[in-house]
């Protein structure tokens, strides 16, 4: 079966321009989350996604920063007038809603170089 | 203070060795307590989780957590070069949300 895939794997931009990045969930899986990984760094919450509920968006570290789920399904995280500290890589990860322990399954990330 | 502290390592260990990788937390809201584990430029994995305190064992694998010291550990038996990886801990708080610690990369050298 597929897991949650993500595009691009790799994505190198110069500072002020916009970026999307795409996350696939698993199929069936009404739960969708976004974390940044820096260099040397754990996971940082940026943005949570639960069936049709308002976005959890507490993690988002400033309002050059959005995401939209459409359908319940694909998500896409935008990134607008990048600067180099948002270099690192982006993870996205999905979950079935009800489990106790909410595992959630990661895609293999999408890389991000702000130059 | 982060919620979460983890010795980010490297840590750097012969085969068959015994690793212990440890967190420690603020929040004593946390129930739930999560061992992913991360290879090299792949997205994490669950590996185990433990509900409150005590013990519980997969294979090679024991998770620990102590909640009155706020303190949780992964031991690794018998430890391969396959377990070189990140091993990140992570604490459920609330419906969803996860806090992760730093990560601890870990290698097995053969």
């Known amino acids: 079966g597929a897991g949650v895939s993500q595009s691009p794997s790799n994505k190198v931009t110069e500072k002020g321009k916009d970026v999307e990045l795409r996350c696939d969930p698993i199929?069936?899986?009404?739960?969708l989350y976004w974390y940044r990984q820096s260099l040397g760094q754990g996971l940082e919450f940026l943005i949570y996604f639960q069936g049709n509920s308002a976005p959890d968006k507490s993690g988002l570290p400033s309002d050059r920063f959005s995401a939209e789920r459409t359908g319940g399904s694909v998500s896409t995280l935008t990134i607008q007038r990048t600067q180099q500290e948002d270099s690192a890589v982006y993870l996205c990860?999905?979950?079935?809603?009800?489990?106790?322990?909410?595992?959630?399954?990661f895609g293999p990330g999408t890389r991000l170089t702000v130059l | 203070q982060k919620e979460v502290e983890q010795d980010p390592g490297p840590l750097s260990v012969p085969e068959g060795a015994i690793v212990s990788l440890n967190c420690t937390y603020s929040n004593s809201a946390f129930q739930y307590f999560m061992w992913y584990r991360q290879y090299s430029r792949k997205g994490p994995e669950l590996l185990m989780y433990?509900?409150?305190?005590g013990n519980k064992e997969d294979g090679r694998f024991t998770a620990q957590v102590d909640k009155s010291s706020k303190y949780i550990s992964l031991f690794i038996r018998d430890s391969q070069p396959s377990d070189s990886a990140t091993y990140l801990c992570a604490m459920k708080r609330g419906a969803q949300k996860l806090v992760f610690g730093q990560g601890t990369r870990l290698t097995i050298n053969p």
């Open positions: 433990t509900y409150s305190s």
């Open positions: 199929s069936g899986h009404t739960a």
């Open positions: 990860a999905s979950s079935l809603q009800g489990l106790m322990v909410n595992e959630q399954f």
